[in-house]
């Protein structure tokens, strides 16, 4: 026997939670490919409106920033000191309803990045290891990253001058 999912409140919470999934991770994976074509592509404050909220709190290793007002500009500061840039994360780990409140996650998962040099800087990138914490929030809007935090585990390479 088959049950539609109208009829099925356990099946209709599992796709809640699969598609809540589903949208957290891509928050991350859209800011991080953003960031890697940043020049290319030429970003403003309005396009993170779609990843974070307006409160936004960004904490990384060599730094921060807070709100998504002049963000872009930020994001273009860091993404200077480098030719190119990649990033790959993995291992996403969601925690929905964290603190018993259905509007909240948690996103945790692994980062690895490589960093190229500009001409005439070592031939070998930076590269880095690290560990992402973000806490996510149900907006009018969708899932926006309210927090991420980037916990830096190891590195290999010379950093910029």
Do not use: C
Not at 123 to 135: K, L, M, R, V, W
Not at 139 to 159: D, P
């Amino acid at each position: 026997m088959t049950t539609s999912t109208d009829q099925d409140p356990a099946l209709l919470g599992a796709l809640r939670g699969l598609t809540d999934r589903a949208e957290i991770g891509e928050l991350l994976d859209r800011y991080l490919l953003d960031f890697d074509t940043l020049l290319d592509q030429p970003r403003d404050d309005d396009r993170y409106r779609r990843i974070f909220t307006e409160d936004l709190r960004l904490t990384f290793p060599v730094g921060g920033h807070r709100g998504v007002a002049g963000l872009a500009a930020f994001q273009r500061t860091a993404k200077s000191q480098w030719a190119r840039t990649q990033h790959l994360s993995t291992n996403h780990v969601i925690d929905l309803d964290p603190d018993h409140d259905p509007d909240r996650a948690r996103l945790r998962a692994r980062l690895l990045v490589a960093h190229v040099h500009p001409d005439g800087g070592p031939p070998e990138p930076f590269t880095a290891g690290s560990h992402i914490d973000a806490q996510a929030v149900r907006t009018e809007q969708g899932w926006r990253l309210r927090e991420l935090t980037i916990h830096l585990i190891w590195t290999t390479g010379r950093r910029p001058a």
